[in-house]
């Protein structure tokens, strides 16, 4: 036997589309979206077509393939922050990325897959090196793509992909919260809490040789 360990999947007809929680908003027009701790996890997942072709090397070399476990997944992985952009960018859209510590993030929890947003991720090493995979459709296209097929066939409103989600859409407590956020940040700021709009180098940047001091006397 051998055993292919899949990751998430995404493509048409996908159980839990997490990328329907970004199109939905879109089509909805909501103007920011709210993720996780920046929204830079990365997690493991593959398109569907690139992860059927893993089964296919795997049985077109049965001499290599066979009592072996192989990790599949993409080859490139992207942040769920950098999956919004490219679903955005399909949709010829533009939306806001608002950030929230996991703790209070409940409306990006459903997009994340995971109860933390920590990096979860495999190593494919094996797969490439033994069976010769490669992707067969690369992220940058494959995630259009299905992008596409969701805007042409999308989930009912409330139906039984939304509830496999667990996204209830609920856009007045995204608002709340947002509102509470940005009321907290300007609070802050009138108290004496400004953001540092640049950082010196450490550094001297002397102009002309012979130790001269730099301009920030370094």
Not at 5 to 23: A, D, K, M, N, T
Not at 32 to 45: E, Q, R, S
Not at 79 to 99: D, F, G, H, P, Y
Not at 180 to 196: F, T
């Amino acid at each position: 036997a051998t055993i292919l360990r899949y990751p998430y999947v995404y493509g048409p007809h996908q159980l839990v589309p997490r990328e329907w929680c970004v199109i939905r908003r879109i089509l909805d027009k909501r103007p920011f979206i709210i993720v996780a701790d920046g929204g830079l996890t990365l997690g493991a997942h593959g398109y569907a077509g690139n992860l059927a072709r893993a089964v296919l090397l795997a049985i077109d070399q049965p001499g290599v393939s066979q009592g072996q476990i192989y990790n599949c997944r993409d080859e490139r992985i992207l942040t769920l922050r950098q999956t919004i952009e490219v679903i955005a960018a399909a949709m010829n859209a533009s939306i806001e990325i608002v950030n929230f510590p996991h703790e209070i993030a409940g409306p990006a929890r459903p997009m994340l897959l995971r109860e933390h947003s920590y990096h979860w991720m495999t190593d494919i090493s094996k797969l490439k090196s033994e069976l010769g995979y490669r992707d067969l459709l690369p992220v940058s296209k494959a995630l259009p793509k299905t992008v596409e097929w969701y805007l042409k066939n999308p989930p009912q409103r409330g139906g039984e992909v939304e509830k496999r989600l667990t996204d209830p859409f609920d856009y007045e407590l995204e608002d709340r919260l947002v509102a509470i956020q940005r009321d907290a940040v300007d609070r802050m700021k009138q108290a004496g809490v400004e953001e540092q709009k640049s950082r010196p180098h450490p550094y001297a940047h002397p102009k002309a040789p012979g130790g001269a001091r730099d301009h920030r006397e370094r």
